[in-house]
């Protein structure tokens, strides 16, 4: 059964940083597009970045761009998001999902079959 579960989101200070993991099961991650995505409350949920099968290719909003990065390790079946200088309007429900493609990603919503449950950030003084 493909499983995707994130995990390390907690509570921080603005400036502070945060790295998320998506751990990948039921499937080879060599095969699949990922993305990571937020949702806060009252929000629609967006793209926060995505990395190609490869890792070659990596996308980021223009919101998180210079702050967070992705990265992936196909061996351990983990997508990671390394977030810096986080700050208050970052607080949100993160997601990864994941989609058999050959593209390279995508930020879209639309462009991904399999979602985890989430992992919570806030970000408050």
């Known amino acids: 059964q493909l499983q995707l579960v994130e995990s390390g989101g907690g509570l921080v200070q603005p400036g502070g940083s945060l790295r998320l993991s998506c751990a990948v099961s039921?499937?080879?991650?060599?095969?699949?597009?990922i993305g990571w995505f937020r949702q806060a409350p009252g929000k629609e949920r967006e793209g926060v970045s995505c990395?190609?099968?490869?890792?070659?290719?990596?996308n980021y909003a223009e919101s998180v761009k210079g702050r967070f990065t992705v990265s992936r390790d196909n061996a351990k079946n983990t997508v990671f998001l390394q977030m810096n200088n986080l700050k208050p309007e970052d607080g949100a429900f993160y997601y990864c999902?994941?989609?058999?493609?050959?593209?390279?990603?995508?930020?879209?919503?639309?462009?991904?079959?399999?979602w985890g449950q989430g992992t919570q950030v806030s970000v408050s003084s």
């Open positions: 999902a994941a989609v058999r493609e050959f593209f390279q990603c995508s930020l879209s919503r639309a462009a991904y079959a399999y």
């Open positions: 039921g499937f080879s991650l060599d095969y699949y597009v």
């Open positions: 990395i190609s099968r490869t890792g070659g290719f990596t």
